[in-house]
């Protein structure tokens, strides 16, 4: 298990338990707790089923019971592919039960994401939903091969199930959950999670966010994204007796009834949505939508402008929230009551006392305050390494173990940060991370393809678009024919470039480095 993880210190282990936010508890106690104090109220709504905490528990602990009949145990991986149903939670809380650690592929991943997460996390099972269980055909190593639906030839969740016991679970320092992280370059990496430092994510920004029995949280973004899973997300709401509504997708029409019909208390979304939701409010039809139960809007994933931040509390009714945070840990929020240029301007402060950030230039030293530079930060929640990345990690991680996180900051003297960019290669289209350098890649992969470099474009809604600048071999290729080599190779269709400009060279620095900040105003081949 612990092979493929780096541990905090001792010392720093040490004080977090001292200072309580590492308790020794796993998150499977979670629910356990759930069950126990409150085992009738609605834990998950998902259409028309609703699970009461004591349903949703019995169906966790029968399916551990069935996983660990089926050999599936304490330290085995296993690659989750699932949107926001009710069975995402039964599994994450059977797994947590037997120590087995869930992998979160992004939902929109295909045949060249998965594949690389089976060789990064050799899992011993895969669980998929059914419309896209076709995806295990390019994992044969993979043992098992569970489907949320139709099965099809595979195994259906429901038969997993067994009674039973389901045995000894994990340890709290173990890793709980691998999640990805959106702000790397190359290949997505792994980011674990430990039992403790997941347990005081939620259950502090649940604190901060006021969370209790009366939260009603719609999940609309995918689960398997950090910020609606524990950022306080479905996981805080389950904490504290809340209850979870499962979204039908991001789209107004269906998405404002239920939220009268729910009435839903909380939501997380990320700035392009915000958008949609305002103009749709704004509309006659849309406006007589009862909002009246939404006391809170989490906006977080990628830069809110301030122009929309101003718009969400008159047009929406409810309180916004900016939320800037990081798979690998690290969480901004701004607070109820904050002033509005804090809660418009900014995107909150850290939520642990004991976060430590540091602002620097690429020489490593402090900016002066009010500077724009690099984000460092290290603190009880934040990782000190990506699994099964050691290379990476020399990198990736100072030698006093902070993480770089490859934003751009700026400090107020009131402790707020303002994300002004990136130092790192990656597109942040609307909350969807694109690592430039894994398309690049894909695209040379292209016989018409001499060179690719792949540039952020400011876009008025999702805040970057991707260019693909290409220097073609022979015939240059369409846009067209380059989208089909993409779905050929099995790519999330938000790595598609979304422009492609033709040119004959690129403009390099000093170092022989393609200067990107210059490859806009070149001039264009066809
Ligand atoms: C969240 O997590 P990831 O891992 O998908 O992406 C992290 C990166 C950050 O390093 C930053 O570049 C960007 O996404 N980001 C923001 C932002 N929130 C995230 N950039 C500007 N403003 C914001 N509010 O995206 C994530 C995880 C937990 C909570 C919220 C977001």
Known sequence: MTAGFVPWPDEFARYYRERGYWRDRTLGALLDDGARRWPSRT?????????????????????????????????DRVLVHLPNVAEFLSLTFALFRIGAVPVLALLPHRRTEIVHLARLATPVAYVVASELRNLAYAVPEIEHVFVVGDPGEFTAIE??????????????????VLLLSGGTTGLPKLVP?????????????????????????????????????????????????????????????????????????????????????????????????????????????????????????????????????????????????????????????????????????????PVPPGDVGELLVRGPYTIRGYYRAAEHNAGAFTSDGYYRTGDLVRRLPSGELVVEGRVNDVINRGGDKIPVEEVENLL????????????????????????????????????????????????????QPDRVRFVRSFPRNGLGKVDRKALSTLEIRS
């Open 193 to 365: 999670r430990t039992h403790n430092d997941y347990d005081y994510n939620i259950r502090a920004s649940a604190k901060l966010c006021g969370f209790n029995g009366d939260t009603r949280y719609l999940a609309v973004l995918p689960m398997a994204h950090n910020f609606p899973l524990a950022c306080p997300g479905v996981l805080g709401t389950l904490s504290t007796g809340g209850t979870v509504v499962l979204g039908a997708g991001a789209d107004p029409g269906a998405v404002f009834p239920l939220i009268k019909a729910e009435r839903v208390t909380a939501t997380a979304l990320v700035p392009p949505l915000v958008l949609v939701w305002l103009d749709a409010a704004e509309e006659p039809e849309e406006s007589t939508v009862d909002l009246s139960s939404l006391g809170l809007l989490q906006v977080g994933g990628s830069r809110l402008k301030a122009e929309a931040a101003r718009r969400v509390t008159p047009l929406l009714g409810c309180a916004l929230q900016q939320v800037y945070g990081m798979a690998e840990g690290l969480l901004n929020f701004t607070r109820f009551g904050d002033p509005d240029a804090i809660v418009n301007d900014t995107q909150g402060r850290p939520l642990c006392a004991d976060d430590e950030v540091r602002v620097v230039t690429d020489g490593e030293e």
């Open 43 to 75: 834990a998950v709504v998902d259409g028309a089923r609703r699970w009461s905490y004591a349903e949703l528990n019995s169906r966790a602990t029968r399916l551990a019971c069935g996983l660990r009949a089926r050999g599936i145990g304490h330290g």
């Open 159 to 176: 038969d997993v199930a067994a009674e039973g016991e389901p045995g000894e679970g994990p340890g709290p320092d173990d890793i709980a």
């Open 444 to 495: 040379m992969a292209h016989p018409a393809v001499h060179d690719v470099a792949v540039v952020g474009i400011p876009d008025d809604v999702l805040g970057e678009r991707s260019c693909a600048y290409v220097v073609a071999r022979g015939t240059p290729p369409t846009r067209k024919d380059l989208i089909a080599h993409l779905t050929e190779l099995g790519v999330a269709a938000f790595k």
